[in-house]
């Protein structure tokens, strides 16, 4: 039996308010435990988005309630709430602001809104963008001249990390999470064997590069049945970007799961929303990657707890660890899963190493498929 630290997931969706029906405050933190993770970062384009002190009461009222696991709320940019998000600083995860087309509301065209957030967000806590290919380039650049810490969701692309790599051999404030799909699923050809069939579905013809999809094709989806459960933001790659976030693993200063779950009948719809649970998954992929001796378990603590707790300035959890099997071989089942959305990207994968226990704050939490603790025993880190 493996002990570790509780794991911090600094990028989960769990659709309160507005989609309880994907997912909410308790079955999101239930699947966060049963992952191993004891803290997860909430991202606030749910409905309405989290952006003012109203709405982020919101999403806190239902927090309280419901949360079993620890947890802090992050207040979204709109085109002019720099200020009163400012001020809310202090009890939010951080700042996030979405520079790209993707699922929810806020977005941020144009560069003169991301202006008085780049002034007034208090430089304690990062921003973090939503930022892809050319407007993460752009984001860095705020980031330079504003002096201030920025931290990338979610990168995807050689062109990403490498540039990456490049700011901050210059002393650019700058960090980065990757998320599992991106480390193990390319657009283009089926998942690795090794590991199994992954989606279960596999694209008829190479899909075309980014850069060839018009940015309204996001918005109306692609159609056909299967090929909704492929759509993530940003899409998967090719084993060009995925061999480079590997090999520069030393680049990325976090994993994240983008934990987005939305239901199968939304996925196989005419348009399906992108997006990928992932809770449930991170955990054992990563511990099968390190049985494949493509990471250690150092680079699990580090880009999973140390990293996390210290950019986004994150408490200790006291008497916190989690129990994982690393021997144990099984297949992944969105049967077995807390997660609301019902499937997963990896279904009927072979992953080797399983979690057994969670100790949150001196109380069992989770043991071999059951959650132990009741909705509210959660507590925010903020306040
Ligand atoms: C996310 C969602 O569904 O909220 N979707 C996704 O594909 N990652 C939004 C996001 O993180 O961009
Ligand atoms: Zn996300």
Redesign the pocket.
Known sequence: MLKLPGLIDP?V?L?EPGATHKEDWDTGTSAALAGGFTMVLA?P?TQPPIFDSETFNIALTAAKQKARCDYAQYLGAGPDNAEIAASLADRAAALKM?L?M???ELRLDDMTLWLPHFEKYPKAYPIVV?AESRSMTAAILFSAIYDRHIHI??ISLKEEILLIKAAKEKGIKVTCEVCPHHLFLTATESPSPILGEGLGVRAESPSPTRAERSTSEVEAGRGARGEGRL????RLATQKDVDALWENLDVIDCFAT?H???TLQEKDSENP????PGLETLLPLLLTAMHEKRLTIDDIIQKSVINPRKIFNLPDQPETWIEVDENAEYEIKAAEQFTRCGWTPFEGWKVKGRVRRVVLRGREAYRDGKILVEPGYGRNVRV
């Open positions: 990028h969706h659709r991202m384009n979405y790209d993707t699922f929810g939503h969701a979610h759509e993530v933001r940003p983008d987005a779950p939305h929303p992108p997006g990928f």
